[in-house]
C-alpha cells in the first residue's frame, strides 16, 4: 500500500483501518492492513453514504469479542447545506462487519455532534467519542460510546465535568481528548495560556476515573490551539513515564517520580517532512 492519501481512521489489535482521500480530499477507498503480514482487505464505501455539504463523518475501528470479527463505525452527521457543525440535525450509524462483507445503517434517536478532533477510540470493545449534546444549552459534553457486540450507544461521564474544571478561566478555555493508556480509555484536559501548556490526565480503570498526572508544559512556538492525545504509559521498573503527543509534530514524555517533562520533535528538519505517530 503506498500510504499517501491515506489517513488513518482507527488501529485495533495490531491492525490498520486506513481511509483513501482523492485529489478533492473526498474519501475514495478503506482498507483494514496488517503491517507485519502486509495482508489488506478492500472495504466496499457505504451504498447510502450521502454526499454534498451538510455531512460530516467520524469513524471508529474495533473488535467484536462475541462474533470474532473486526467492524467499521462511522457517524454521519448530517445537517443542512453550509449550516456548520454546530446545528447537525440528524446522525446515522454505517456500520461495517468484515465478517459478513456488508454495511447497515443504525439510526440514533438523539441529536449530539461530535466535539473531540479525530476519531473514535477503541477500548473494552466499545468505540468511545466525545460528544456535545446540541438539545442542552451550554457545553454539556459527555463519552459517547458504540458498543461492537450490542451495536447499542450509551453515555459515560467525564472524569471532571468540562465547564468545572480548574482550567476553564484562561486565555483560550479548556479542551479534552482521548486515548488510550496502559489498555485502558484514557482522558486529557488541557488548557493553553500565553507562553505554557497546563494538562490533567485520567485513566478509566476497573469502571472508575483515576487522576494519573498533571503537568505545565512550554508551548512556545506552537501557535495557537495546540491539542494533545494521550498515547502510552509504562513502568520501567523504576519510573512510570507517561507519552503524549501533539498535533505541532511533537511527543511530550513525563515521568511521574520528580513530575519532569521532556518535548521530543518528531519532524525531519531537513526534509520538514512530518509523521503522525500510530502505536499498534
Not at 30 to 53: A, C, D, M, S, Y
Not at 79 to 108: F, M, P, Q
Request: proline share 4%.
Amino acid at each position: 500500500v503506498h500510504l499517501q492519501r491515506y489517513k488513518i481512521l482507527g488501529t485495533c489489535n495490531g491492525l490498520l483501518c486506513l481511509g483513501h482521500y482523492s485529489a478533492a480530499c473526498s474519501l475514495s477507498g478503506i482498507i483494514f492492513l496488517n503491517p507485519l503480514t502486509e495482508k489488506q482487505w478492500r472495504l466496499p464505501l457505504p451504498p447510502f453514504r450521502p454526499k454534498g455539504e451538510g455531512y460530516f463523518y467520524q469513524y471508529g475501528f474495533g473488535y467484536d469479542e462475541a462474533s470474532d470479527q473486526y467492524k467499521l463505525v462511522v457517524l454521519d452527521e448530517i445537517g443542512s447545506s453550509n449550516c456548520g457543525r454546530d446545528n447537525i440535525k440528524s446522525h446515522d450509524v454505517l456500520l461495517y462487519s468484515l465478517k459478513s462483507s456488508s454495511w447497515k445503517k443504525l439510526a440514533i434517536d438523539q441529536a449530539f455532534t461530535t466535539y473531540m478532533r479525530g476519531n473514535g477510540v477503541f477500548s473494552n470493545y466499545a468505540v468511545h467519542w466525545l460528544i456535545r449534546d446540541s438539545s442542552v444549552l451550554g457545553d454539556d459534553v459527555f463519552i459517547g460510546t458504540f458498543d461492537l457486540s450490542t451495536e447499542k450507544f450509551s453515555k459515560l461521564p467525564l472524569p471532571v465535568p468540562l465547564p468545572k474544571t480548574e482550567f476553564a478561566n484562561n486565555n483560550t478555555g479548556c479542551n479534552i481528548s482521548l486515548g488510550i493508556l496502559g489498555g485502558c480509555l484514557s482522558a486529557v484536559f488541557y488548557a493553553q495560556h500565553n507562553d505554557y501548556l497546563t494538562a490533567e490526565v485520567w485513566q478509566m480503570n476497573e469502571g472508575s476515573w483515576k487522576p494519573l498526572a498533571e503537568m505545565k508544559l512550554p508551548c512556545v512556538g506552537w501557535g495557537e490551539s495546540v491539542a494533545l492525545t494521550p498515547m502510552a504509559c509504562w513502568n520501567d521498573g523504576s519510573y512510570h513515564h507517561l507519552l503524549l503527543q501533539t498535533d505541532r509534530n511533537s511527543l511530550i514524555l513525563h515521568t511521574l517520580e520528580g513530575n519532569s517533562t521532556k518535548v521530543i520533535d518528531i519532524v525531519n528538519k531537513q526534509s520538514q517532512a512530518m509523521g503522525r505517530l500510530c502505536l499498534l
